[in-house]
T-cell receptor, first 115, second 111 residues
């Protein structure tokens, strides 16, 4: 299957700081990328969908000014958690697909801990 | 809303076939059945998908009933590394529908 990477794999930051997470499709061009969040013992919850060159579409209840998403190229999307607080601590997972008909592949996830 | 129903947990002996059921009684004609699994602290891994015919790849087989209201994922010879949460998801490949995860089935392979 296609490969999606994320960086960093884990990050610890102080409350009030911003953290950027990168998601890359390594061997295909990703027209659409998705960002999910997963709290302990829960399932994945979709945060937002981004198409290359367009503004992201956020799911209900997700603050777009807090979770900034940029999908500037067909192989890279970034999620910036601004002014992070302890309740933002979670496992953030990106996924990507080529065309709308293609399978969606997931990155390995980024564990964010906000102190 | 998740459009699928799966048992919350299952056990399977190592070396045996693991059969994971999924009900999707409201599936529509354009919707595919996808299976992913998530090993602890990792991102989901794609396993297989199908529309109405049975499918097989190097990881698993997918059996879809004729009325398409349910399916079964089969891991033919389960190993300890197959211990994971397995998610069955329906998705319309012809729209722009996103993958919505339910609670999945926690499969534990017993030595």
């Amino acid at each position: 299957g296609a490969v999606v990477s994320q960086h960093p794999s884990w990050v610890i930051c102080k409350s009030g700081t911003s953290v950027k997470i990168e998601c890359r499709s390594l061997d295909f061009q990703a027209t659409t990328m998705f960002w999910y969040r997963q709290f302990p013992k829960q399932s994945l919850m979709l945060m937002a969908t981004s198409n290359e060159g367009s503004k992201a579409t956020y799911e209900q209840g997700v603050e777009k000014d807090k979770f900034l998403i940029n999908h500037a190229s067909l192989t890279l999307s970034t999620l910036t958690v601004t002014s992070a607080h302890p309740e933002d601590s979670s496992f953030y997972i990106c996924s990507a697909r080529g065309s709308v008909f293609d399978t969606q592949y997931f990155g390995p996830g980024t564990r964010l801990t906000v102190l | 809303d998740a459009k699928t129903t799966q048992p919350p947990s299952m056990d399977c002996a190592e070396g045996r076939a693991a059969n994971l059921p999924c009900n999707h009684s409201t599936i529509s004609g354009n919707e595919y059945v996808y299976w992913y699994r998530q090993i602890h602290s990792q991102g989901p891994q794609y396993i297989i998908h199908g529309l109405k015919n049975n499918e097989t790849n190097e990881m698993a087989s997918l059996i879809i009933t004729e009325d398409r209201k349910s399916s079964t994922l089969i891991l033919p010879h389960a190993t300890l590394r197959d211990t994971a949460v397995y998610y069955c998801i329906v998705r319309d490949n012809f729209g722009n529908e996103k993958l919505t995860f339910g609670t999945g089935t926690r499969l534990t392979i017993i030595p």
